[in-house]
């Protein structure tokens, strides 16, 4: 028993009990609360708010930059826009991708997330998502603009392209291709730059009827809708008909101002007629859109000044400074002129290179690197030989500034726009449709398929030279500190493809992989990723290319040297020989990313196209596989390899 002293003190304890019961009945209050609370605070906004957030940071951002500086602004999340951050900071939480696109009465944007995408405009309040309806846009952007953003985003359109099929027509010759251009028959050469008019692309390729007895090349028109069907329009302009020579390589360009006097919205081609050995430039134009051309009654409008070579003049428009820009190819030099009609050219610098051998087929234009429009950069680009560098004939290019008069390399040192045998004389452009800030964060570019090494031998029997590549988008990004031309497929490709099927992982042996998809015709595209895992002991990857059991080409990437490649066999079949350039193996230097590497390789029965890690290098090839069933083979060159992930699709023919 208790003493007296060991006696509980009740009122002492019935205030603590008092102070307890206080304090757990406000805990219980505050738990109340919180649990009130707490789903506010913590549950997240679904797609819909969040991208209502996002557009709605940006409209607000939109009108006070317009109150400020009296014009709308861009903004690209991942593209590395951000002109309308001067405006106000944009919040865009939750949101993958966020873009905005602007004219001068207004603007339109979209945020993506997920597998949605939703749009706003200047037009409306309202948060609509894509495909749900047509957004209301200000006149001056265009559908094709708002198509091109979305794009961008990752809406890719796989819509089935009218008067394609899946196979080739009957009759089509072993090596035809089924969606590159080709001509019927005869030689084909250089592609002339595309100009947009009256909904139609045009396009132009040196072209001679009269191969092999017969020289001389003339201009051969091409219309299309989309760049990826094309309407045969046969000679636009004849060689030989003015006394000057034939017609080779130049530009054409849209008169929109009449600065030429032939009429506003007067086709303007400048080119090189060559005569007895001697190159000038004359002056073609068009009145009705580009289809027929009369020579002007002034030319040459450049005579020759004494030179060998002085030839392809490149025609860009130079805004900023109210005049015509024409590069042209000066042997191992590329003149500068300009001119304020067309017709009459000043000389304004040179720009002087050494070991590319012969320069040809310049170019010149303006692109924002890593889509930023404060670093707007001019890059000037020559069909070059790249011999003294263990490559073969290809596309150099350097990027800098231009000041209206010359060309300012930033570096010294030249790049290749791509690493493969077959990428020569290329044209590059931009769509007017789009708004100008997209303008200058992507184009597009055409070249050759086709190398004057062996050129004249293929073993092509209903048409000669080769092929047109297919059209790819060109962005300027940072690669390892330098400013980079990235080319991958255009994405309107897409709407060639047909069932797609996707394998993989898989273990790459030095016997092969033993689940890879049976190949359909000789049309096709394949995506995959391979990867050095940390139990991989092998080095190189190769993709096999076969016909009738034989490898005609292969692809692959060496983990060891950090490098991809093509290489080549020649045809068993036939009597043709190519020759050592032919067969010996292209590579390009690309470094794997956490041990993997991408590859995008497009097949059309004597093409191969490889695109790696995003467009980072390109390896553009012919190819001439032997008469069989085509099919694919993935192995090592000893140790194992793993592929990650390998997607086949066919593709339908454009012919």
């Known amino acids: 028993m208790a003493t007296m002293s060991e006696k509980p003190n009740w009122h002492a304890l019935f205030e603590k009990r008092s102070t307890w019961v206080a304090v757990a009945a406000a805990g219980a209050a505050l738990l109340v609360a919180l649990v ?257 051309f009369s020579s002007y009654g002034g030319n040459p409008v450049m005579d020759n000044p004494g030179a060998e070579h002085w030839r392809d003049p490149k025609i860009v428009r130079d805004e900023a400074n109210g005049q015509w820009v024409m590069v042209l190819a000066e042997g191992n030099k590329l003149g500068m002129y300009t001119s304020t009609d067309l017709k009459r050219w000043n000389y304004a610098s040179g720009f002087d290179r050494t070991g590319l051998g012969l320069l040809e087929c310049p170019d010149l234009f303006q692109m924002d690197l890593d889509g930023d429009p404060a670093k707007r950069t001019w890059v000037l680009a020559a069909s070059a030989n790249g011999t003294e560098e263990g490559r073969t004939t290809g596309v150099a290019y350097w990027t800098g500034t231009w000041d209206g008069n010359r060309f300012t390399p930033a570096d010294e040192k030249h790049q290749w726009l791509d690493a493969g045998s077959d990428f020569y004389a290329a044209v590059t452009w931009d769509d007017p449709r789009l708004t100008e800030g997209q303008r200058m964060q992507s184009r597009q570019a055409i070249a050759w398929m086709n190398n004057w090494d062996y050129a004249r031998k293929l073993p092509t029997q209903d048409w000669h030279g080769g092929m047109d590549s297919i059209v790819r988008d060109l962005r300027l990004k940072t690669v390892q500190g330098r400013p980079t031309v990235v080319s991958t497929p255009s994405k309107a490709l897409a709407r060639l493809e047909g069932q797609a099927s996707t394998h993989g992982p898989e273990t790459i042996t030095p016997d092969g992989t033993p689940r890879l998809p049976p190949v359909q015709g000789g049309a096709y595209r394949l995506d995959l990723t391979l990867e050095r895992a940390g139990t991989d002991e092998g080095s190189e990857a190769r993709l096999l290319l076969e016909s009738g059991g034989e490898a005609f080409a292969t692809v692959g990437y060496n983990f060891q040297d950090g490098a991809a490649f093509v290489g080549r066999e020649e045809p068993a079949a036939t009597a043709a020989d190519l020759g050592a350039v032919f067969t010996e193996r292209r590579a390009a230097s690309v470094s794997a990313r956490n041990g993997t590497v991408d590859l995008t390789v497009f097949v059309d029965h004597s093409s191969v196209e490889v695109f790696v890690d995003g467009g980072e290098q390109t390896l553009t090839s012919l190819v001439f596989p032997n008469s069989g069933q085509q099919s694919i083979k993935l192995v090592t060159g000893g140790g194992n390899l793993t592929v990650k992930t390998l997607t086949y699709a066919p593709l339908s023919s454009t012919r």
């Open 36 to 292: 009130a609370i707490v789903p506010s605070v913590h549950k997240p906004d679904g797609p819909q708010v969040q991208a209502e957030n996002a557009l709605g940071a940006v409209a607000t951002a939109q009108a006070a930059l317009k109150t400020s500086r009296g014009a709308y602004g861009s903004y690209w999340l991942s593209g590395g826009d951000r002109t309308l951050d001067a405006g106000h900071p944009i919040q865009a939480t939750g949101v993958e991708d966020l873009r905005s696109i602007d004219c001068a009465d207004g603007w339109v944007a979209a945020a993506k997330i997920g597998s949605d995408i939703y749009l706003r405009s200047s037009l409306d309040d309202t948060t609509t998502k894509a495909g749900a309806g047509e957004i209301r846009r200000p006149e001056c952007i265009t559908p094709e603009a708002v198509h091109s953003m979305l794009s961008d985003l990752g809406r890719i359109d796989r819509s089935p392209v009218p008067g394609t099929s899946p196979e080739r027509p009957a009759g089509s010759s072993q090596y035809r291709p089924s969606y590159h251009i080709t001509p019927e028959r005869d030689w084909m050469n250089d592609p002339q730059r595309p100009f947009f008019l009256d909904g139609l692309w045009h396009y132009y390729y040196l072209y001679n009827p009269d191969y092999p007895e017969g020289n001389g090349t003339e201009w051969y028109h091409l219309t299309s809708k989309d760049l990826l069907t094309w309407k045969d329009e046969g000679v636009a302009i004849h060689k030989f008909r003015n006394g000057l020579g034939d017609i080779e390589t130049g530009s054409a360009v849209v008169d929109d101002e009449n600065t030429a006097g032939f009429g506003k919205g007067a086709v303007i081609a400048v080119l090189t007629q060559q005569d007895q050995g001697v190159q000038r430039q004359s002056l073609f134009y068009s009145t009705d859109g580009g289809y027929t």
